[in-house]
C-alpha cells in the first residue's frame, strides 16, 4: 500500500513540475565518460573528480554525467542534449571526444567546454591531460629493479603518442637501473575490454614478463598477476583491492584539483579557454603507496626521483637518447620540449619491435 | 511441467497486438526497475519516451536526431528481414556495416582531395556492394558447403573490426592525425560528406534512402512475385523447390541483399554523423537491428516504427541517464527487455502453455 502511495505521488509529481524547474540557481555541469564509472579505472578517477567538485562546491554547483558513450556521432548528440538542458560547463574525457567537442562548442558559445588528453582548443573549449609519463618514470625504476626475468610487459592501448611516450618512459627508466631489461609490448586497440586485457597479460607472462605495465582503463591484469604471483602496477586508479599481492605501486590521476578549480572558474566568471598539461608536481598525477614487497632503497631511490620531477630539477626525457634506429634524439644534458613529446611517434632505442603504422 | 501446445488459429490482432503490448511491459518492469534504483518510476518513463518528443528544451533537437539515429537500424533492418522472412539467418549486419563503411570510405580517401558530384553516389555504391560481398561469404559457404550461415556471418563480425583495426593504423589512417587510429574527417570533405539536407532536419541521405527502402521493400515484399517465394522459402522449403524457387539461389539473394543495405548504412554513418572511421565508430547498430527487425514483425512499415522507436529509448535514455543519474546499464536493460517480452507475448500467441503435473517414473 506504501509502494502504491509512493507511485501515485511519484506519478502526479512527473505529469506536473518535476520537468527541471527545481534549483534553476544551481550551475550545471556536466560530464561524459567513454567508460563505465564502474571500470576502477579512467572513467572512475574522472567520476571521482565530479564528486570532489560536488563536496568542494556543495549546493553551488549541480553534477551529471553520462557514462559509456561512444565516440562520434553519440556523443556530440549527449553533449548537445546536456547542453540544451543549461549545463554550463561540460566536461568531455576521452581523446575521441575532441572533435564532436569542437562541433558541439560551436553551436552553444555561452556553454564552456573542458576536452581531456586532445590537442583543439578554441574559444570556448580548453583542454587538459596530466604528464602521465613522469609516473610511468617512476614505476618503470622501481619495475627496473624488481624484474627478475629482465623482461617487463607492456599492455598497450593505441600506437598514439601519448602511450608511445609512456612506453618510452618506462623503459628508459628500467633500463636506466637494469641495463639487460627488456620490454615486450602487446597492442590491444581498446581502452577498456577486460577480456582482451586480461589475455595481453597472460600472453606476456607466457612470454617471460615477470612485471605487467598497462595502458589500459580495466584492472584485468591486476587480476591476472595476482593469480600468477607476479607484480604488476595500479593505472589510472590504485587498484590495490585487485591485487593486494601484485601491486607495486600505482600512477594515479587525480582531476579534482582541476576540475574544482575549472568549475570555480564558471561560478567567478572568470574562466578563459586554456591549455593544461600537469604533473606530479601539480598533483595531477599520484604515485600510490609503495607496496612492502618493494624494498626500502628502491623506495628511497623511487621517492627521491619524484621528488625531483616536483622539484624541476629531474625531466623523464633528459639526453643522451638516441632513437630506436640509432640516431640522436637527444644530446647530452638536452631535454626534450612538449612540442615533441605531444607528437612523439618513434621509440627509443633498445626497444624491439615496431611502433603499427 | 509446463507444457507449449501451438495454437491452431493463432489470433491475427494479436500477432499485431504483441509489439505493443511488449512495449507496455517494458514500461511496468522498466518502471519496478528504476524504482528499486531509488528513483521516480513515472519520471524516468516520461524522460525516456515523452521528453525526446514533446520537452521543450530538448525536442527540437532530439525530434531530428530520432531520424539520424533510426535510419541506419531501419535500413538494416529492412535487408535482415527479407532474409529473417526466408529462414535464412544473418547475424552478421555489424560485419556488413563495417566492411560498406570501409569500401565507401576507401573510395573517397584514394581520390581526395578531388571534389565531384560523381564522389558520394559512387561511394554508396561502393559500400552496398563491400557490404554485399561481406555477405557473400557466408553465402557461399551455406550454398556450397551447407555450414551454418548463422555461425558463420557472426563469427565474421569480428574479423570486420580487425580489419577495421588495421586500415585505420594502416592504409586509410589519417595523415594529419598524429598516428591516431582514424581517417580523415569527412565532415571537412564536402563531396564525400553526407551532410544534413536541411538545416536541423536530422535529414541527410541516408535518411532519405531508408524512407525509399522502405516503400521499396513493402512493394516487393506484399506486391512482387519475389515477396511470395521468400514468403514460400520460409514456410517450406520443399514446396518452394517445387514450384521452381532454387533454395540456393535464394541464399545468395537474401544475403546479398541484407549485405548491401548493412554496407550502405555503413557508408552514410560514416560519412555523415560519425564523421571519420575509427576502431569504435561502429556502435551495433547491426545488432540492434536485429531487434528492430523482429519488434517491426518483418514488416516494411513495421520496421520503421520499431526503428524510431529504438532510436527514441537511446536517445531517451541518455537524457534519463544525467537528469536522474541513472547507470548506463539499466537503460540497456531496458532496452532488452523489449526484445524479451516481445519474444515471451509472441510465444503465448503462438502457443497454448499447459500446466501439468510431473509424471513419476
Known amino acids: ?357 | 511441467m509446463i507444457r507449449l501446445e501451438p495454437r491452431a488459429n493463432p489470433s491475427k490482432t494479436m500477432v499485431f497486438l504483441t509489439p505493443i503490448l511488449a512495449v507496455i511491459a517494458t514500461m511496468i518492469a522498466g518502471g519496478i526497475l528504476f524504482t528499486i534504483l531509488g528513483k521516480n518510476p513515472f519520471e524516468a518513463i516520461r524522460i525516456i519516451f515523452l521528453d525526446p518528443l514533446f520537452n521543450e528544451q530538448f525536442a527540437s533537437y532530439a525530434r531530428p536526431q530520432l531520424l539520424v539515429k533510426a535510419a541506419p537500424l531501419v535500413m538494416i533492418a529492412l535487408g535482415l528481414s527479407v532474409g529473417f522472412r526466408a529462414n535464412i539467418w544473418n547475424i552478421g549486419a555489424e560485419g556488413q556495416f563495417i566492411m560498406g563503411a570501409i569500401g565507401g570510405a576507401a573510395v573517397a580517401l584514394a581520390v581526395h582531395p578531388l571534389e565531384s558530384v560523381l564522389l558520394f553516389p559512387l561511394m554508396i555504391i561502393a559500400g552496398g556492394l563491400s557490404g554485399m560481398a561481406y555477405a557473400m561469404i557466408p553465402a557461399i559457404l551455406k550454398t556450397k558447403f551447407n555450414a551454418n550461415e548463422i555461425l558463420v556471418s557472426l563469427m565474421l563480425v569480428y574479423v570486420a573490426f580487425n580489419f577495421l583495426a588495421a586500415m585505420v593504423t594502416g592504409p586509410l589512417k589519417s595523415p594529419i592525425g598524429y598516428n591516431f587510429p582514424e581517417s580523415r574527417n569527412f565532415q571537412e570533405y564536402p563531396s564525400a560528406h553526407n551532410a544534413e539536407l536541411i538545416a536541423n532536419t536530422g535529414l541527410h541521405w541516408g535518411v532519405v534512402m531508408t524512407l525509399g527502402l522502405v516503400i521499396l521493400c513493402y512493394i516487393i515484399l506484399t506486391r512482387h512475385i519475389f515477396g511470395y517465394r521468400v514468403q514460400l522459402m520460409g514456410q517450406s522449403p520443399k514446396a518452394a523447390k517445387f514450384s521452381g524457387v532454387s533454395p540456393n539461389w535464394m541464399i545468395v539473394i537474401c544475403l546479398g541483399i541484407s549485405g548491401a543495405f548493412a554496407g550502405m548504412a555503413g557508408l552514410f554513418e560514416v560519412a555523415g554523423p560519425a564523421g571519420k572511421l575509427t576502431t569504435t565508430f561502429p556502435v551495433g547498430y547491426g545488432f540492434t537491428a536485429i531487434i528492430v527487425a523482429f519488434l517491426g514483425r518483418l514488416h516494411p512499415i513495421g520496421i520503421l516504427l520499431a526503428g524510431l522507436l529504438m532510436a527514441l529509448t537511446y536517445i531517451g535514455g541518455e537524457l534519463a541517464q544525467f537528469q536522474l543519474s541513472l547507470p548506463a546499464a539499466s537503460i540497456q536493460v531496458f532496452q532488452g527487455m523489449l526484445l524479451f517480452f516481445l519474444l515471451a507475448t509472441d510465444v503465448l500467441v503462438h502457443f497454448k502453455p499447459r500446466f501439468e503435473k510431473r509424471k513419476t517414473i
Do not use: C
Request: glycine residues 10%; charged residues 20%; without cysteine.
Open chain 1, 1 to 357: 500500500m506504501k509502494l502504491l502511495k509512493t507511485l501515485l505521488a511519484g506519478a502526479a509529481l512527473a505529469t506536473g513540475l518535476a520537468g527541471g524547474a527545481m534549483a534553476e540557481d544551481k550551475t550545471k555541469v556536466g560530464f561524459v565518460y567513454v567508460g563505465p564509472v564502474g571500470d576502477f579505472g579512467w572513467s572512475y578517477e574522472h567520476d571521482q573528480g565530479r564528486k570532489a567538485v560536488v563536496e568542494a562546491l556543495g549546493d553551488k554547483v549541480e553534477t551529471s554525467f553520462v557514462e559509456s558513450v561512444p565516440e562520434g556521432a553519440d556523443a556530440e548528440r549527449v553533449m548537445t542534449q546536456m547542453a540544451l538542458s543549461g549545463h554550463k560547463l561540460i566536461f568531455t574525457t576521452s581523446f575521441g571526444y575532441m572533435d564532436p567537442t569542437i562541433n558541439v562548442a560551436k553551436k552553444f558559445p555561452n556553454v564552456k567546454f573542458e576536452h581531456a588528453t586532445g590537442f583543439k582548443q578554441a574559444d570556448n573549449v580548453s583542454n587538459y591531460s596530466a604528464r602521465f609519463y613522469e609516473g610511468r618514470t617512476i614505476i618503470g625504476h622501481i619495475a627496473g629493479h624488481m624484474t627478475e626475468s629482465n623482461t617487463i610487459g607492456y599492455i598497450a592501448s593505441f600506437p598514439i603518442p601519448e602511450v608511445i611516450r609512456g612506453i618510452n618512459a618506462s623503459y628508459l627508466a628500467a633500463k636506466k637501473v637494469n641495463p639487460d631489461v627488456k620490454m615486450k609490448i602487446v597492442w590491444v586497440y581498446t581502452w577498456f575490454d577486460p577480456g582482451k586485457e586480461a589475455d595481453a597479460a597472460t600472453a606476456l607472462i607466457e612470454q617471460g614478463a615477470d612485471i605487467i605495465m598497462q595502458h589500459t582503463d580495466s584492472p584485468a591484469a591486476m587480476t591476472i598477476a595476482e593469480e600468477k604471483g607476479i607484480y604488476a602496477f595500479g593505472q589510472a586508479s590504485d587498484m590495490k583491492q585487485f591485487g593486494p599481492n601484485a601491486r607495486l605501486s600505482s600512477i594515479i590521476d587525480d582531476w579534482a584539483p582541476y576540475y574544482i578549480a575549472r568549475t570555480q572558474a564558471v561560478l567567478d566568471g572568470t574562466w578563459t579557454s586554456t591549455a593544461t598539461w600537469d604533473g606530479i608536481k601539480q598533483g595531477m598525477v599520484g604515485i600510490g603507496e609503495f607496496s612492502d614487497k618493494v624494498p626500502a632503497d628502491v623506495q628511497a631511490s623511487a621517492t627521491a626521483i619524484k621528488d625531483a620531477i616536483v622539484a624541476g630539477t629531474m625531466h623523464s626525457f633528459t639526453g643522451p637518447i638516441n632513437k630506436q634506429d640509432g640516431s640522436v634524439w637527444l644530446k647530452d644534458g638536452e631535454t626534450a620540449d612538449d612540442g615533441t613529446l605531444a607528437t612523439m611517434n618513434f621509440y627509443v632505442e633498445g626497444i624491439e619491435g615496431d611502433i603499427p603504422q
